[in-house]
């Protein structure tokens, strides 16, 4: 068991950094929404949903549908791999964030985008829509926010374990 130690060790390592990764990536994705998409909604139109929204959304939701259930599964071997120890909160943190983000999209601004993506013929419904979707999508943003903040943790009482 000794010789086998040091790769499940790297396994580990590269787990936890997958998880961290998606997390850094998902974080800075929702900032960047709400920093800089958030202010060009205010003009968004019928005629320019399609580039500004309708575009960008489909190819985030194409990728993030992908790589967010892996970081769930890994998030979760952080967790059961940190059992027994105080980083195991920071993993269980880090999964509740990523199943929050997760929950909200699918449960809650995934139903917008399909009305959105399927032609919304009235100005008014449309900003209605926006305004809704961006009030939904801050809940996401507090969600991949507690994610990134639970690695930073987690990583950070790693070091100072490993120092001791």
Same mark, same amino acid.
């Given at each position: ?7 499940? #060790?790297?396994? =580990?390592?590269?787990?936890?950094? !997958? ?7 998902? /974080? ?9 998409? !958030? ?13 500004? +929204? ?7 939701? #194409? =990728? ?13 071997? /952080? ?13 269980? +943190?880090? *999964?509740?964030? *990523? ?7 699918? !449960?809650? *601004? ?14 008014? $419904?449309?900003?209605?829509?926006? =305004? #809704? ?15 990134? =903040?639970?690695?930073?943790? +987690?990583?950070?009482? #790693?070091? $100072?374990?490993?120092?001791?």
């Amino acid at each position: 068991m000794n010789r086998r130690r040091p790769f499940v #060790k790297w396994l =580990l390592n590269i787990n936890n950094a !997958y998880t961290f990764f998606i997390a850094s990536w998902h /974080m800075g994705l929702m900032i960047s929404v709400v920093l800089f998409w !958030y202010p060009g909604w205010n003009g968004l139109t019928i005629n320019t949903t399609q580039n500004s +929204f309708n575009i960008p959304a489909q190819i985030a939701t #194409k =990728l993030f549908v992908k790589l967010v259930p892996l970081a769930i599964t890994t998030s979760f071997i /952080m967790i059961l791999s940190e059992w027994k120890t105080p980083l195991r909160w920071p993993a269980i +943190f880090a *999964l509740t964030g *990523l199943t929050g983000a997760s929950i909200t999209a699918k !449960y809650f *601004l995934f139903p917008i985008n399909d009305i959105i993506y399927a032609g919304v013929k009235d100005q008014a $419904e449309l900003t209605r829509l926006l =305004l #809704k979707w961006m009030s939904l999508n801050n809940w996401r943003v507090f969600f991949s926010c507690l994610t990134w =903040l639970s690695m930073i943790i +987690f990583y950070s009482m #790693k070091t $100072e374990r490993q120092t001791k």
